[in-house]
């Protein structure tokens, strides 16, 4: 991006927006080699307001360009979030290939309208009919998804308030026939139900395909205010039905800075690449950058696995092409942990700039942690007794913008005591995969300056089988 546009706490390979504020991801489609990622975007400030979609194109999932806005309020409200689909059929007669995108007006009421891009996402026409499905709940956050079983269209959306899914259907992206709901006593039901997603996912390992529902919770998420939940189970083109009890709640990721997570529209490959608002709305309009607030999470690619609890479940792993990303490579090898802190300098030249890669075996707690010259640190805890994996960023640098700031974050791991971790530090943001996809934990953190250091230490005998660091380059 604008190199005159760089402040201090500006991810260098995160997606951010030039300026202004940015929430939820939006109507993201893939064509041509081009992934389209738009987003609720303030044009004018850096605090929510005045919703838009804003822009920006990437060939790679890494880089970004700023494109101009592409969709802008009009007198049915502002533009709140939706998907896009590529038309390749020609199904809305706005011409074979043509993208169309289906989000909310925001005015007094909530509704559904459509706008139809013929230059490939750059300009977007409003559809004349809208709004194209009205409502007198608050309901919102349109997914438009092809169904390739009942070969007609459906859309998600939720009634925000009710903790519920409605589903439709369609021929023509323009009539929509309401089918059924879910929601009612499902996951967590704190907050508002938003910005849902249906996906088809491949069972790894099986031949297994299952169905997939991905809703946003604020708050209510499992370390405060927002997250993603999602459910899986079966659709026949009108109806979903969960798996699981009632009782039983998924996430998708366990830091607090993930959410409105939803995926790319006809991704090549048969992929399933997802992203997130690398935010919580408990203090999201308060973090301590100015030009611009919010950046999005990396891209990540999602499967399902079977657990031996046998419940499905997301499994999350970074997007192949965030490889490209690794610059000079620095290996320490192998060592083992004990009582006494081991201390590794982290390459000097990155910036503060990493992704790291720690495969451990476990004895019982291994604790690891990420320092710098001004006394800021992050302690990350893996307990292989627990079977959990924590984060504590209470003393990161910047925290005392809002008390919700202050978390210590806690997912569940695998059984196993082994455990390849994969780390990806921007300037400030920490994202943590662990290797077989069974949790990512995203947390935003202020460190006055970039982390240096990486120590290790345990309460029993673990072993660092393998320890990289790779500079970033971007
Ligand atoms: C989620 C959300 C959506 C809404 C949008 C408005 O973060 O509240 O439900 O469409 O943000 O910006």
Known sequence: FDAKNVEKFRPAYHHTPLYGWMNDPNGMFYKDGVWHLYYQFNPYASVWGNMTWGHSSSTDLIHWKAEAPAIYGDGLGTIFSGSSVVDKDNTSGFGSGAIVAIYTSAGMTQQQSMAYSTDNGMTFTKYSGNPIIMSDQECRDDKVIWNEQTNKWNLVMVAALEHQVLFYSSDDLKHWTKEGAFGHGYGAQDGVWECPDLMQLPVRGTGEKKWVLIVNINPGGPNGGSATQYFVGDFDGKQFVCDSKPECTKWMDY???????????NSPNGRHTVMAWMSNWQYANAVPTKQFRSANSLPRDIELFKNVDGEYYISTTPSPELVALRGKEVKYGQFSVHKKIISK??????????????DINNSNITNIMLS????????????????TFGMDRRRSGLVDFSSDFLAATVAPTSASKHQTLRMF???????????????????????????????????????INNLKVWNIKY
């Not at 390459?347 to 992704?355: F, M, T």
């Open 425 to 463: 530090i921007d300037r400030s943001s920490i994202e943590i995969f662990d290797g077989d996809g069974r949790f990512v934990m995203t947390n935003l953190v202020f460190p006055r300056s970039p982390f240096t250091t990486i120590s290790f230490q345990s309460n029993g005998r673990s072993k």
């Open 372 to 387: 710098n010259a001004d006394g800021d640190r992050v302690l990350m805890t893996y307990n292989s007794a627990k079977h």
């Open 345 to 358: 300098k982290l390459p000097l030249n990155a910036d503060g700039l990493y992704e790291i890669l720690a």
């Open 255 to 265: 830091g607090k800075d993930h959410y409105a997570a939803v995926s790319w529209s």
